[in-house]
Nanobody, 128 residues
Framework: QVQLVESGGGSVQDGGSLRLSCAASGYTGNSGCMGWFRQAPGKEREGVATIDSEGYTTFAESVKGRFTLSKDNAKNTLYLQMNSLKPGDTAVYYC??????????????????????WGQGTQVTVAS
């Protein structure tokens, strides 16, 4: 069974930085696409950034140029570096993964419906 465990959330001031980590376990073979989603109170869960099986990363327009996404395959860990944070980035951030063995190639943010596994979420709060 795949498990995703997020860490690194917290509270920062407008313009600050945070790095989120997602440790994945239970994968046998290719982990397909992975990504980060976020959900603010009263809003739908939205895609923030995803990485495909070739290592290609894509970002939501709202975070382009401020967030970077990387994956350490040796550690099975996904990272989201968030810089120049704004109050609008305040949300619970979720790590997402696909089933083992999937080869996923995407040149756009992978939609939520294509992910099977989700982490428990980590709160990010940006104060103005």
């Amino acid at each position: 069974q795949v498990q995703l465990v997020e860490s690194g959330g917290g509270s920062v001031q407008d313009g600050g930085s945070l790095r989120l980590s997602c440790a994945a376990s239970g994968y046998t073979g290719n982990s397909g696409c992975m990504g980060w989603f976020r959900q603010a109170p009263g809003k739908e869960r939205e895609g923030v950034a995803t990485i495909d099986s070739e290592g290609y990363t894509t970002f939501a327009e709202s975070v382009k140029g401020r967030f970077t996404l990387s994956k350490d395959n040796a550690k099975n860990t996904l990272y989201l570096q968030m810089n120049s944070l704004k109050p609008g980035d305040t949300a619970v951030y979720y790590c997402a993964g696909q089933r083992s063995g999937i080869r996923c190639v995407s040149r756009s943010v992978v939609p939520r419906s294509r992910f099977t596994y989700w982490g428990q979420g980590t709160q990010v709060t940006v104060a103005s």
